[in-house]
């Protein structure tokens, strides 16, 4: 997915306003199992994902819970290093050799300063991802295990032949006999 399709689906920009944003924005390829934001770190940049499979996890007493994956077109942030400049909670490492839009957070911030237009646009980023955080806990809280399946086949059809069978389980918060329960039923 291009970036400028990627920038205008947040938030709509002229040729103006988009050519700002390019100007900041590097496309870098990351190899795959690469660490791209880290938990207990300040995240100077943001990504927005070209190509590949990222997922998001933090560690809770040695165990690594998965809290999403990350598609074509989506946003790779920690939302405490993008608002506040301190360290987020949240790993991504990718799963898959990706390629990557990278934006320094800095810029970001002094093109918001100038341009009311491209503030206007990352006020609207910061809105979708509280929502995305907003749509994850809604997920684990009032969905069943199968519902979470469903909803992630949905986005992501071949998924299970691109994402370890583990990681699927603990995001939908299950074990991986459960899961190939589920995946028996689907058939």
């Known amino acids: 997915m291009e970036f400028r399709e990627i920038a205008n689906s947040i938030y709509p920009m ?3 306003q988009f050519s700002l944003l390019e100007e900041i924005c590097e496309l870098v390829e990351v190899p795959k199992n690469t660490t791209v934001i880290y938990a207990d770190k300040t995240s100077p940049f943001l990504y927005f994902q070209k190509d590949g499979i990222c997922r ?3 560690h ?3 165990k690594e819970i998965i809290l999403g994956f990350t598609f074509p077109g989506e946003v790779l942030m920690s939302l405490n290093s993008y608002i506040h400049q301190q360290p987020g909670y ?3 490492q990718t799963l898959e050799k990706s390629q990557l839009y990278r934006l320094s957070i800095q810029k970001l911030q002094e093109l918001y300063q100038s ?3 491209i503030s206007n646009w990352g006020r609207r980023l910061a809105e979708l991802e509280a929502l995305k955080i907003e749509e994850r806990l809604m997920l684990r809280l009032f969905r069943s295990s199968y519902e979470s399946y469903e909803e992630l086949l949905k986005k992501a059809p071949n998924i299970t032949n691109r994402i370890k069978l583990g990681y699927i389980a603990s995001y939908l918060g299950i074990s991986q006999v459960t899961l190939s329960r589920i995946r028996g039923i689907k058939r």
Request: no cysteine.
């Open 14 to 16: 002229n040729d103006e």
């Open 56 to 58: 998001i996890y933090y």
């Open 60 to 62: 809770k007493i040695e």
């Open 90 to 92: 949240e790993t991504i």
């Open 115 to 117: 341009h009311t237009s």
